[in-house]
């Protein structure tokens, strides 16, 4: 059911239906489009668009046998649909276009994302199935918990996947998530492990968010990775 609110303090959440839900803990990862960012950072902070769409699908391998038929003479594609090789393609065409291409669970799923700049053509295009969402970002917040409300993922920080950095980075928060809430026997003991959190995670995802920023401007590659420290240093 959807989350509609949340009240940091209870804390407790609000379904689409009215009800509420109390806990000692809340963790949203509502993801890019998340609704505790707003009370966590105190104001409203909507995604911004990077001016970039991406095109994402998975295939099962074996509907791709067509393409290792048709390829079978071609030495570096017939070696992609190799199972022992965990190879990642990027290619890259003109003006910030991206093609990359890996392959999941052992090689029983190949998996495509495809970035270029927004352009309503494609994604109001009829003969395109594949899902087409604007890539999106915000400036991190400079704290992840309000009262006993915390939060993780794209929620937290909407990274641009340029890095393939959004993910990775989600994981570490819920690695760090564990670490700080192992062996607590006190519940007034959360504000403090909360403290933790942060002292361990905001001046973490803020670099990779915007390290990953900076691909979008190729033709700036290197001004922008110059930029990147100083950036960085309001979240030290
Ligand atoms: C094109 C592309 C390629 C990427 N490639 C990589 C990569 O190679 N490596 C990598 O590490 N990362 C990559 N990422 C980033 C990665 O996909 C995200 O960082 C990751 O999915 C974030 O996970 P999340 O659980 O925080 O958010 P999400 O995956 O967005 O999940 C949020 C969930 O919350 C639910 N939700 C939202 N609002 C509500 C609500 N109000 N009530 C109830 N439920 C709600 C949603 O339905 C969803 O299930 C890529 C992203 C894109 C767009």
């Given amino acids: 059911m959807e989350v509609v609110d949340y009240d940091p303090e209870l ?7 009215e009800s509420w839900e109390v806990a000692d803990w809340v963790v ?18 909507p995604p911004k668009a990077t001016g970039m769409s991406a095109f994402s699908m998975v295939i099962p391998d074996e509907k791709m046998a067509s393409v290792k038929e048709m390829f079978k003479e071609n030495n570096l594609i017939r070696e992609k649909f190799n199972k022992d090789n965990g190879t990642v393609w990027f290619i890259r065409g003109g003006d910030r276009r991206l093609v990359v291409w890996w392959t999941c669970r052992f090689g029983k799923i190949q998996a495509f994302d495809m970035l270029m700049p927004d352009n309503e053509k494609y ?11 604007k890539v999106c970002s915000r400036v991190p ?17 909407p990274t641009p996947p340029f890095r393939a950095q959004g993910g990775s980075q989600s994981i570490e928060d819920a ?13 007034s003991d959360l504000p403090r492990r909360l403290e933790m959190l942060d002292r361990l995670r ?10 990953s920023s900076v691909r979008q401007d190729d033709l700036n590659l290197d001004e922008r990775y110059i930029e990147v420290p100083s950036q960085c240093r309001k979240w030290f």
């Fill in 11 to 17: 804390p407790a959440i609000k379904f689409s239906d």
């Fill in 28 to 45: 949203a990862c509502d993801g890019v489009k998340s609704k505790a960012v707003r009370i966590v950072s105190g104001g409203e902070t």
């Fill in 123 to 133: 994604a109001s295009n009829e003969e395109w199935t594949a899902r087409c969402d």
């Fill in 141 to 157: 917040p400079d704290t992840l918990h309000k009262g006993k409300l915390c939060m993780l993922g794209d929620a937290l920080h």
């Fill in 175 to 187: 690695g760090a998530l564990e670490r700080i809430a192992t062996n607590i026997v006190d519940k």
């Fill in 202 to 211: 905001v001046s973490r995802y803020p670099c990779a968010q915007m390290i």
